[in-house]
Structures are given as structure tokens and as C-alpha cells.
């Protein structure tokens, strides 16, 4: 059924598409009769719940940030059998993100490019979204800066997302690691990272509840460095890892070098760099030795690619293009066709 949608989807831009989808499903489900049907056809059945960073996780599959940029879909999502969704990225003031068009699809390849820029409507607004979240679906903060903050004042920024945001939330990520943000990924070195860390760590402790707080990495690292971030990664006392963001690569992919110069910057997320992020994924458990949890992303469309990543060591995976793909049944898909004992 979702590849005839998909393929009616497919003929509106992308941004579009990913609207129109989503208020499409929200107002089928408030019809009585294909309301039920739908909600059946989404439901799980034997879910296994997880226990990662202190956090009880319905199931280990989960929605990776910039889908729900805003914290506006959160009861849809949760139809569809998420075990927790990760909102955002958001920043302290409301920002249009970059000039349109800045999404694109690569069928052929599973992919997506996107330049969206950290597009959202600012904290306070997700704040009021989140005073009426769903209740059991366990919900991550994605935060970011401003475009317009410069590097040496963006601790602030975050400083600032992580204090309106944290009685809402189950756990926050800090991101550094998108390529759309111009000088964002300058901010993934030690300096910054311990200095943030310490300062939120600081926060944390003057609140009733300690909630983990997780970074969020680009694959793009060599690996040589890897040694290095991990010893950042413990000297910050990071409580846990989302790996990966997209890729600025294009090596993975399969169409033209003239497509691919008329498409342009942006990060390149969906099935080819489905290897790379394993790959850090792998090498970042590895040398973490399982002492901190690691959120699996990139390139999961099924139970086989969901199998893989816990195989290199993550503890929860998360899925964004696979989504766009798939369609809203592929939470169900991948817990059934998951290997546990791979």
C-alpha cells in the first residue's frame, strides 16, 4: 500500500511531501473505521523493552532528530510504534534555516541530501509543544546554535536550549556535528566539548533528576583520530553517544557528478552511508569498550540493517530516511525481522 502513497509523495518536492504525509495520516487516524484499521496495523507485538542510560526504552527502534524538528507530530509518532522520538534540532531563537530548495531524494540510492540549517521555531516554542507530549513515549532533545552565534559564544546557546529544555525531555543531545550549520563541526574538539560538558554536568546537578546527556558525531572523522575523540569522549564524561550525523561524502553514491553538482552541498544521509557510520560505530565501541551507550543511525531500512548496528555495538538505533522510504509501518518491520542474538 505505502509504495503507491510513496509513489504520489514522490511527485511533490520534498518538504512538501514530508507535510502533506504527515497531515494525511493524522486526519485518517481521527476517522473512526480507518482510524482502527490503521492503529492495528501499526501495533506490536512483543515488544522488548531496553534499559539504556538509566532510561527504560519501550523498544530500541527510535526517530531521529530533524524529522520532528519542531515537536509538533509527537502523538502521530508515537502511533506508528517509536519507542522515543528525538526532537529538534533546536535553537534559541526562531531561524528559516537555509533558502529552499534544500532537500533532496536520490531513489536509485536510498538517499537523501538535506541543507536544511537547523530550520526551527526556537526553544521557548517547543517548550509549549512538550507541556503536552504523549505519555510513555520517552522523548530526546536535540540542540544546537544559531546560525548567527559565532563559535566563541556558542556554549551559550546550548547552555541556553539545555536549561529551558531539560524538564521536558528524557535526555539531551548536543549537536555538533552538522555539516549545514556553517563552522559547526569546528566545535568536535576537546577544548569546546569538556568545557560545555562540564558546565551542563554543572546544571544537572542542581536539578531533582539527572537526565544523560549524549553528543552527537559526524562519521567524517579519520580513523586515526578515533583514540582521541574517545578520550575526549571519557575526559568530558559523556554519557552517552548518537552515532552518526550525515555524511558531506558523496563517494557512495551512484548517480552523476553533474547530478550530484547540481544538487550541492548538504548532508548525505539514507542506504550509502549505511558502511561509514557502521564503521564508526564499530570502531567507537571498540575502543569505549561498552562503557558508554551508543545510539546506532544511518542507512537502516529493515530488520537486517537494525541487526548490523547492534552487532558493531550500539544500544538503540534510530532511523530517518529509511522512514521516508519504508513509510510508517517500518518500526514494526524491523522489530520483527530483528536478530537479538546475532
Known sequence: MYSLIKFILFLLPPEKAHDVALNLMQSALKWPIIGTILRRSFKIKNSTPVIVAGITFPN???????????AKRLHLLKEFGFGFVEVGTVTPKAQSGNPKPRLFRIPNDLALINRMGFNNLGVDHMVERLKNRPEGLIIGGNIGKNKSTPNDKASIDYV????KLYDYVDYIVVNVSSPNTPGLRDLQEETFIVGLFTELQKIRNNKSVSKPI???LAPDFQFNTIKNLVEIIKKAKVDGIVATNTTISREKLTISDKEIEKIGAGGLSGQPVFETSNAMLAALSIEL???????GVGGIFNGIDATEKLVRGANLIQIYTGFVYEGPWIVKNILKDINYNS
Open 160 to 163: 541556553f536550549c539545555f536549561e
Open 214 to 216: 549524549f553528543l552527537k
Open 289 to 295: 569498550g561498552g562503557q558508554i551507550p551508543i545510539i
Open 60 to 70: 530500541i527502534v527510535g526517530l531521529a532528530a530533524g524529522f520532528d524538528k519542531d
